[in-house]
Structure formats: structure tokens, C-alpha cells
């Protein structure tokens, strides 16, 4: 579905992030560009995936295929949320099927030299890709991103993809001191990160929490809000949007809110309409399909897509997602289907 207006400022995804009145409910996945796309598979062929993050020319051809192929509302902007560690200097790669892998796991004080400030020099490829992907999108908007201080804690403290986070955990309650240091450090980067892409041209941002809901409240509002807060602070002056995304979030909704986002991600765990009870109508909401869903047969993921859609409805903005990525083995075509059948269903 097009936009009625050729601006991206004027885009249903951008207006429902402001609580404004939209034509359609806007819908985007998270993890749209990706394994799931055999376009996707076929220009990643031989190229590993940082180095592939780091060629403007890839990232933008990346970052339109599932805009060209859904017809999505917004494109998000192919890159990692290991990139802005790698291009301060940390020693770390991607590797397939496991995830970001930290050569020396962040540990004492003296690892804190390791991360210095992230200033746009060290990402001169994002600007240039960001200008790319821009002349091709005209008024879908480019949603850009960053990894939030805890989530990308996580992967440096433990080295890689943790299921209990417990190295991570014991830093904070055992050394407060150094924890707080190195998520200011971490603030900084994701922030900055946030920066070069929205004054490059991004009209929303998303701040990713992936692994926070590891958390208790407490914890939460003591250790991280207030990073989470610096990061999505680093755009204020910027006047884009800010969306802010958890996975077991249900009882963190409301602090991630107050952390500074106009739209809060919801996951497949929580139902909108519980989100939208926990939230108020300070915020709009995004979400929320479970990526799994998209495996059953149609007429059950129909069933789910209005019920959201509806659920939606009721929300003072929504954007519709899946409540986590899209899952590499998913069927492209029933992702089509998705967007064309919300894009049915919510049209007013
Ligand atoms: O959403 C998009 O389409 C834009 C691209 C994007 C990627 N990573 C590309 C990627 C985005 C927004 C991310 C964010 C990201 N990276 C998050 C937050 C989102 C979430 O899912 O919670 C996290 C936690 C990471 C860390 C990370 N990087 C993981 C867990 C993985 C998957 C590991 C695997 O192979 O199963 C990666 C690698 C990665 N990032 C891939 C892609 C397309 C797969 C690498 C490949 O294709 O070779």
C-alpha cells in the first residue's frame, strides 16, 4: 500500500508512532531482512556478516529486498547491534547460527579501555548506506537502530548469546560501580549509533532490549532505565520517533516507556490489550504476532493478524510487527500475505 503523501514524515508508520489518525495500520517485521529472503541468501553468498554490514552498497540493496518483495510500511536498516562495538574496536564476530562472540569477555575495570566513545568517523559506511537506501525508499520510511546498554552488556560481559546471564547479573549486584561505567560507555555508543542514522536521514529509531525481560523490575529501573534513557535521549533534538523493544517485557512495559520511547514493543507474551492496560495512553504500541504463527495454516494466522489488528484498534497508535524476529526457516510468501491482509483489514 502506498502513502497518500510522498514524505516520509507523513507516513502511516511514522504518524501512528505520534498517536496521530492513520490511513492503514502500518506493519513492518523485525528481522525482514534476513535468511527468510532467497534474495537475501544470494547476495550474503561468500560475504561474511560483519563485512557485509560494513558495504553501503549491500546494506542498501539488502534493506530494500523486503520492502520491494512485502510492500511493507518501513524499511529497517540492514546492520547489527554488534556493529557500532565492532567499529569502536571491540574484538568480536557474528558467527552463523550462533550470534555475536566476544574474543575477550568483558570483565574488570581495565577491560573498560577497550570501549571508548563512538563518534560518526568510526561509521562512515552507515551514513553512505543510509543515503543509498533513502534515494530508492521516497516516502516509506527507514527505520534505524541500535542495541540497548543491558542487551549489548550482556553479549560483552558473557562473551556471547546467554540463556541465564549470570556473569552479567553479577557485575551489576557485585560491582555497581563498574557496571554503571561500562553501560555509560555502552549509552553513549548505542546513542551515537541512533544519531548518525536518524541525521543521515532515518525518520524513526528502534533502541533493542532483546534479553532485558531477564530482569525484575527493580533491577530494571536501578541498572538499566537510566542507560536506556541516555540512549534514546542521544535523537531528542532530532524529531524522530523512538520505539523501544524487549522480549518477557510484560512487567517492564511501563518502565521501558518512561525510559524515553513514544512507542513501546510488545512481544508475543503480552497481549496488546494487557500492554495497553499496563501502559496508558501515553504511548503507542507495536507488535505482536508470535513469528511462530507463521508456520500454521492460514486460516489460524488469519484469525491471529485480525485479532491483533483489532486489538490495535483500541491502542492511541499502533504498528504492527511480530512480537519477535521473523524466523529464518519462514515461508516469504506468507509474510506477503501478512501485510497485504492488515493493510485489508485496517484500512479506513
Ligand atoms: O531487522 C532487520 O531485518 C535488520 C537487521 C538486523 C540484524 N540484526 C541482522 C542480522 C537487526 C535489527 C538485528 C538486531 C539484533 N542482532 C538483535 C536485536 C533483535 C532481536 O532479534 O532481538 C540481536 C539480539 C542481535 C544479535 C544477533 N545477531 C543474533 C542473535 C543473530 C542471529 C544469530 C544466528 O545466526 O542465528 C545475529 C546475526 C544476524 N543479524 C543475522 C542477521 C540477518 C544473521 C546472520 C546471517 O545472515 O548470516
Known amino acids: 500500500m502506498t502513502n497518500s503523501s510522498n514524505s516520509p514524515r507523513d507516513s502511516a508508520l511514522v504518524r501512528a508512532a505520534r498517536r496521530q ?11 525482514q531482512a534476513g ?6 541468501r544470494k547476495v550474503r553468498e561468500g560475504v561474511g556478516m560483519l563485512d557485509s554490514c560494513r558495504r553501503p552498497d549491500l546494506v542498501a540493496e539488502i534493506t530494500m529486498q523486503p520492502v520491494r518483495r512485502h510492500g511493507v510500511d518501513a524499511a529497517i536498516l540492514f546492520s547489527d547491534i554488534v556493529v557500532p562495538l565492532a567499529a569502536v574496536g571491540v574484538d568480536l564476530d557474528i558467527v552463523a547460527g550462533v550470534g555475536p562472540v566476544v574474543a575477550q569477555p568483558f570483565r574488570t575495570h581495565a577491560d573498560l ?11 562512515p559506511y552507515i551514513t553512505e548506506a543510509v543515503g543509498m537506501v533513502l534515494a530508492e525508499l521516497g516516502a516509506t520510511p527507514l527505520i534505524g537502530f541500535a542495541g540497548a546498554p543491558f542487551t549489548l552488556a550482556s553479549y560483552l560481559i558473557e562473551g556471547g548469546p546467554s540463556k541465564n546471564h549470570e556473569h552479567t547479573k553479577a557485575m551489576m549486584h557485585g560491582d555497581p560501580e563498574l557496571w554503571h561505567e561500562l553501560c555509560g560507555r555502552l549509552a553513549q555508543i548505542a546513542g551515537g549509533f541512533l544519531r548518525v542514522q536518524a541525521q543521515a536521514g532515518a525518520s524513526v529509531v528502534q533502541l533493542f532490549d532483546s534479553w532485558v525481560g531477564a530482569l525484575s523490575r527493580t533491577d530494571y529501573e536501578t541498572f538499566v532505565q537510566p542507560h536506556s534513557r541516555v540512549a534514546l535521549s542521544a535523537v531528542a533534538d532530532l524529531d524522530v520517533p523512538k520505539i ?3 522480549t518477557v517485557t510484560g512487567e517492564l512495559l511501563a518502565s521501558m516507556g518512561a525510559a524515553g520511547a513514544d512507542v513501546v514493543g510488545v512481544d508475543f507474551r503480552t497481549s496488546l490489550t494487557d500492554a495497553r492496560a499496563r501502559l496508558g495512553d501515553r504511548y503507542a504500541v507495536q507488535g505482536n504476532l508470535d513469528p511462530a504463527l507463521l508456520f500454521a495454516p492460514w486460516s ?4 491471529a493478524v485480525r ?3 483489532a486489538e490495535g484498534a483500541l491502542a492511541p497508535g499502533h504498528i504492527f510487527n511480530l512480537g519477535h524476529g521473523v ?16 493493510h485489508e483489514v485496517s484500512a479506513r
Not at 535468511?35 to 537475501?40: A, C, D, N
Not at 579501555?113 to 561509521?123: G, S, Y
Not at 524466523?327 to 492488515?342: C, G, K
Open 113 to 123: 579501555d577497550r570501549i571508548p566513545e563512538l563518534t560518526p568517523e568510526h561509521v
Open 300 to 303: 489460524a494466522l488469519e484469525k
Open 327 to 342: 524466523l529464518p526457516e519462514t515461508d516469504p510468501e506468507v509474510l506477503t500475505r501478512v501485510v497485504q491482509l492488515v
Open 307 to 309: 485479532s491483533i489488528v
Open 21 to 31: 489518525s492513520v490511513s492503514h495500520t502500518p506493519v513492518w517485521f523485525m528481522r
Open 35 to 40: 535468511r527468510s529472503l532467497p534474495e537475501y
Open 244 to 246: 523501544h523493544f524487549g
